[in-house]
């Protein structure tokens, strides 16, 4: 079963991540170090990123994927939906380029891969 998802609400794209995903956090935060030695760390937000690695994808989830990237599309993102269907974030991908791309040893348009970058909104 795969345990995560990504969905506009409509489309709903279910897979798994590849071995060593690791779920990264992001924040801004300022350390103040004062006179008589004391540290002060001030954190202004914290959002999550997520940087997960994906391996043979139909054609159809990696168009869908490809198309929310182009789109800027706000999805909700569930990091384990096998075992917390509760928990989910709104999320853009942060992808410079397309995520997903084919694997032309494994045939045409037959496997696609690609790293994909989600940031929480």
């Known amino acids: ?3 995560m ?3 506009d609400g409509t489309n709903n794209v279910n897979f798994n ?5 690791r779920r990264p956090k992001d924040y801004d935060e300022d350390v103040i170090i004062t006179r008589d030695g004391s ?5 202004w937000f914290h959002k999550k990123s997520f940087e997960i690695s994906l391996r043979d994808m139909n054609k159809t989830d990696a168009d869908i994927i490809n198309a929310w990237r182009e789109g800027n599309e706000e999805l909700t ?3 384990d939906y096998q075992d917390t269907p ?7 991908i942060q992808n410079a380029e397309d995520p997903m791309q084919m694997e032309p040893a494994k045939g045409w348009d037959k496997s696609f891969y690609g790293d994909l970058i989600l940031r929480e909104t």
């Open 1 to 3: 079963m795969d345990r």
């Open 5 to 7: 998802r990504l969905t």
């Open 17 to 21: 991540p590849q071995a060593g995903y």
């Open 39 to 43: 540290e002060w760390r001030y954190a």
């Open 77 to 79: 993102f569930y990091p």
């Open 86 to 92: 509760g928990t989910s974030y709104s999320v853009t």
